[in-house]
């Protein structure tokens, strides 16, 4: 640049000239005019030819407020109309939806996807749903959190009401059958059936109903605790007395052999030592049980949209222990007494007692099953039937025919026709 380029631009900065449109026209330091631009939109004519329109104006000289101006009434956009366009292809995600874009698309297109199964989005065009806590769950919308129901067989639900009256009404069977034999106690039927046993069976049977109350309700961790140890002992007394009804039936057989010595064995003494001996290794199993690792209550989330309120048997081992006694003690009486069941008639109950064990060890064993397949309340309903159905089997199978006998057929209780029948039992 010469020596006469600059000062000339030196002069030009310094020009600043008013005019008649309340405009200045200036340069800026290095010699530019200021900046004015037209704002054109390219629109067909009526002849059908492109022409730039004049919509607006960027200008920096024009005074504050009116260096950017447009109107926005002059444009004819791409579609024909005066609307502005929208920018995006696709329309806004509503909450419960996230913004997926589509391949080979611009980002603004994209898809509106549902959000999968435990998750949320409370946002408009949400690009990702989150997981809800684990206590709480979707609503139906997916657009907020709400708490998870708490879930347990309770007494004002219909299935934990129902079974609860199937409990109550099963307990009074026991007991009238057990006035029944009291009213007819001097009767032959009953004094072959030694009365003392069958009244001590009575009343664990009513108390094996009762025993179900305990699953049903909150699971505390008192009723945690109580519920199987309960269950376990007062099936225990059950069947205990049923094998030794079983084993008095041997023995009263063998006793009666001339030159025997086994008279002691067919005792009621006898009877009330094994019940005693076999109630208390139960008993032993119970208190171990309790006090290495009791159940306690718990939460499970397993099922996703309920919190499950739950007992833990606090040992598997433990319980399929307690569980397993019994069945021993079942299968014992069951195997006694089926091979004892072609015994001269006079001591046939054998057969009252082997169909009473195969239904006892049938419902159980069905049990195991069915309760692995189940959840939540689902899993103590199926046990809480199990007691039911167990112990309905025992008392049908086991005093049925002799309350057949004292209410309607009482031709049949004589001593005389026992000693013929199918029904009886001399001195058991």
């Known amino acids: 640049m010469t020596p006469e380029d600059e000062q000339l631009l030196h002069y030009m900065k310094r020009v600043r000239l008013a005019l008649s449109n309340e405009r200045e026209l200036f340069f800026d330091e290095n010699g530019d005019p200021p900046a004015v631009y037209d704002i054109v939109n390219w629109q067909l004519s009526q002849e059908g030819a492109l022409q730039q329109v004049k919509v607006g104006s ?8 009116h ?5 926005s009434s002059a444009f004819i956009w791409v579609t024909g109309n005066l609307q502005v366009p929208d920018s995006a292809c696709s329309e806004s995600c509503n909450p419960g939806f996230r913004k997926a874009s589509m391949e080979g698309l611009p980002v603004c ?3 509106c996807i549902a959000c999968p199964q435990g998750k949320i989005s409370n946002q408009t065009d949400s690009l990702d749903c989150f997981m809800c806590q684990r206590d709480m769950w979707p609503n139906h919308e997916k657009t907020k959190c709400l708490q998870k129901p708490l879930d347990y ?7 934990g009401t129902t079974l609860m009256i199937a409990s109550i009404v099963s307990s009074l069977i026991p007991s009238l059958i057990f006035m029944l034999f009291i009213r007819h106690k001097n009767s032959p039927l009953v004094k072959a059936n030694n009365l003392s046993l ?7 049977l009513s108390l094996c109903f009762l025993c179900s109350l305990a699953f049903i309700g909150y699971p505390s961790s008192d009723k945690c605790k109580l519920r199987q140890i309960a269950f376990g002992l007062v099936f225990t007394l059950c069947i205990s007395c049923i094998l030794a009804k079983t084993f008095l039936v041997v023995f009263v057989f063998m006793a009666s052999r001339p030159g025997t010595s086994l008279t002691k064995w067919a ?9 005693f001996n076999c109630f208390l290794i139960q008993l032993i199993i119970c208190i171990t049980w309790l006090s290495l690792t009791p159940p306690f209550p718990q939460y499970s989330f397993q099922v996703q949209s309920i919190i499950i309120a739950e007992c833990n048997e606090g040992s598997a081992f433990a319980f399929w222990t307690m569980l397993g006694y019994l069945f021993l003690l079942a299968t014992i009486s069951f195997v006694v007494a089926f091979l004892a069941r072609r015994l001269p008639d006079t001591f046939n109950e054998a057969q009252f007692i082997t169909f009473s064990m195969m239904a006892f060890l049938s419902v159980w064993i069905s049990y195991i099953p069915a309760s692995l397949s189940a ?10 039937f199990a007691i039911l159905a167990s112990s ?6 086991m005093f049925l025919p002799k309350c057949f006998i004292l209410l309607f057929r009482p031709d049949k209780n004589t001593r005389q026709y026992l000693m013929k029948s199918k029904f009886g039992l001399k001195n058991v």
């Open 153 to 159: 067989l309770s007494y004002e639900d219909s299935l």
């Open 109 to 111: 297109c994209f898809q």
């Open 267 to 275: 005792s009621p003494q006898m009877s009330y030592f094994i019940i």
């Open 58 to 65: 960027y200008d920096v000289t024009a005074p504050e407020g």
């Open 375 to 384: 959840q939540g309340k689902y899993t103590v309903a199926m046990e809480i």
């Open 198 to 204: 069958s009244c001590l069976l009575l009343i664990f």
């Open 67 to 71: 260096v950017f101006t447009i109107n």
């Open 392 to 397: 309905w089997a025992l008392i049908l199978c």
